[in-house]
């Protein structure tokens, strides 16, 4: 024992943990960076939206989402397009009710009417008598502006 | 650790011996483990929930959105109408191109490069309208409105094969084909 303590002397197995740190540091600061700017729009899942060369950031505004099967308001259903389709009215007559609420926008008066945004986010593969029956909803409510959601490319 | 306390008072040397032996030999100690502990949550955590595509936006330009004033002059507007079988170019009266679809395809080189020859025709216009059929799908017209929104020209002055981005028609309305 004694003799094999003497050829080898005993080195304190240590793990090399500084820079590991550093590592995790740097990954650390630069993802927490990189999920600082805040994203207004989630990009939900079973929606696939259009690439486009658009450099615009998306700001706050009323969400108007349209999956292949049914159409949103802030993450709230609020009809399907199997409805949608089947009715023939010119606007989607519960979309425009939930638009119409006044907690959505915070303002009533209407100087804010032009201001009000709302930013559509739809499957690229919907026709687009289906998103131009949406747009048309959201004019024919309060909403002065129409904002298309798009994935940078 | 024991190893070496073992060792301090093995030597037989007094306490307050040890305790100075102890103090030069052991460097002060982080509590690294529980730090990386965190560290590692974390970056797990922030991996997860990190997003790797941006979404932006496409601003439509609504004719209703800032009403009010007398209407403009007439002038030139580009339409872009999407049918299922091509594009047709109008002025809002007269047909000014049709570019039918190539293989089954859109063409939209053909449209850029119409739109470019358009935009230098027209230098100061920016508005232009992009119709769509019913039954055109909803990705035609982002990419219809990317074509005609900016294009890519050789870069004057620079190196061959180099290009620019040029601003075309940026006021875009969207709606319905005749």
Redesign the interface.
């Known amino acids: 024992m004694s003799l094999l303590n003497r050829a080898a002397p005993r080195v304190d197995a240590e793990l090399n943990l500084i820079p590991m740190i550093d590592v995790m540091s740097v990954l650390v600061t630069f993802l927490l960076i990189y999920t600082a700017d805040v994203e207004v729009l989630q990009n939900t899942k079973g929606i696939e939206i259009p690439n486009s060369t658009a450099q615009t950031q998306a700001n706050q505004s009323v969400v108007v989402t349209i999956t292949k099967d049914h159409v949103f308001v802030q993450g709230e259903m609020v009809a399907s397009l199997a409805d949608v389709t089947a009715a023939d009215t010119p606007l989607i007559e519960p979309l425009k009710k939930v638009l119409e609420r006044p907690m959505l926008f915070g303002d009533a008066d209407a100087a804010g009417v032009a201001k009000r945004e709302v930013t559509v986010i739809a499957d690229k593969s919907l026709p687009f008598d289906l998103v131009r029956k949406v747009m048309a909803t959201c004019t024919a409510t309060t909403y002065g502006k129409i904002s298309l959601a798009v994935l940078q490319k | 650790m024991s ?1 070496t306390n073992s060792r301090s008072f093995a030597t037989g040397g007094s306490l307050l011996q040890g305790s100075f032996t102890n103090r030069i030999r052991k460097p002060t100690e982080l509590m ?2 529980p ?2 502990d965190i ?2 949550v ?2 797990t955590f ?2 997860m ?3 790797f ?8 330009n ?1 004719p ?3 009403a009010g004033g007398a209407p403009a002059p007439p002038q030139f507007r580009l339409e872009v109408i999407v049918r299922e079988a091509g594009f047709e170019l109008t002025n809002g009266d007269a047909l000014i191109a049709a570019v039918p679809k190539v293989d089954g395809q859109y063409d939209f080189k053909t449209l850029s490069d119409l739109a470019l020859q358009l935009k230098r025709e027209y230098p100061d216009v920016d508005d232009a309208s992009v119709l ?12 219809v ?2 074509t005609i ?2 294009t890519k020209v050789p870069a004057e002055g620079a190196a061959p094969g180099s290009t620019t981005t040029l601003e075309m028609f940026t006021h875009i309305a ?3 084909a005749p």
Do not use: W
């Open positions: 190893a690294l483990v730090m990386i560290f590692t974390l970056v922030l991996l929930t990190a997003v595509s941006r979404i932006t936006i496409l601003q439509l609504l209703s959105a800032d769509m059929e019913r039954q055109v799908k909803y990705d035609y017209l982002i990419q409105m990317d929104r900016s969207v709606g319905e």
